[in-house]
């Protein structure tokens, strides 16, 4: 059975920083490509970041220089490690992982206001 837990969301004022965190498990981690996606209210899910299994990454236009996403092969885990957030950053974040078929994690929560 395939999981993604995606921990680390929360509630921050802006221009803080937050790491997300995505466990997989039942899968040969090194193998999948890796991404983050994002939904805010009312609003479509949008890739915010990946990493291929090589380590090429891509990042959205308004995300970039400020996240950075990572993976630890041994420890099956990507990460999402977020900096400057702003309030439209809020959303819930969720991991996927793709090869020949994908899975999701489940969302969390993120959100940046005073």
């Known amino acids: 059975q395939v999981q993604l837990v995606v921990s680390g969301g929360g509630l921050v004022q802006p221009g803080v920083s937050l790491r997300l965190s995505c466990i997989a498990s039942g899968i040969i981690f090194s193998f999948y490509n890796m991404g983050w996606y994002r939904q805010a209210p009312g609003k479509q899910r949008e890739s915010v970041a990946s990493i291929t299994s090589g380590g090429s990454t891509n990042y959205a236009d308004s995300v970039k220089g400020r996240f950075t996403i990572s993976r630890g092969n041994a420890k099956n885990t990507v990460y999402l490690e977020m900096s400057s957030l702003r309030p439209d950053d809020t959303a819930v974040y969720y991991c996927?992982?793709?090869?020949?078929?994908?899975?999701w994690g489940q969302g969390t929560q993120v959100t940046c206001s005073t």
């Open positions: 996927r992982a793709e090869r020949q078929r994908e899975y």
